[in-house]
């Protein structure tokens, strides 16, 4: 396999801050959050989204998805880490969330 596609596991976390004063606002937020949704990403906080990806490029094309879908107000950042790097993620205060879809390499096939 070519070291382009090797299969290199992958997590992109998308952070908004998207202002909501005004029903233009509020629908623009509501848009994006849909916008994630329907890519694939699971909600991790109220604005802290994460989606698993297979390798480099799946991100790269995930980043050009979301520069395409962006809001015009507000903050969006996306931040790049391996999986092993987003297993150490450590809950220091609430409750860790179940989420009914799968999010984890447990089981996760590659066609």
Known sequence: MSEERRIRFMRLLVLFDLPVGTAAQKKRYAAFRKF??????????????SKLLLNEAAVASALTRLQANRPSEGLVQALRVTERQF????CIAGKEVAHDEVDTMENFLVL
């Open 36 to 49: 994630l949704i329907k890519e694939g990403y699971l909600m991790l906080q109220n604005s802290v989204y």
């Open 87 to 90: 297993a150490t993620m450590v």
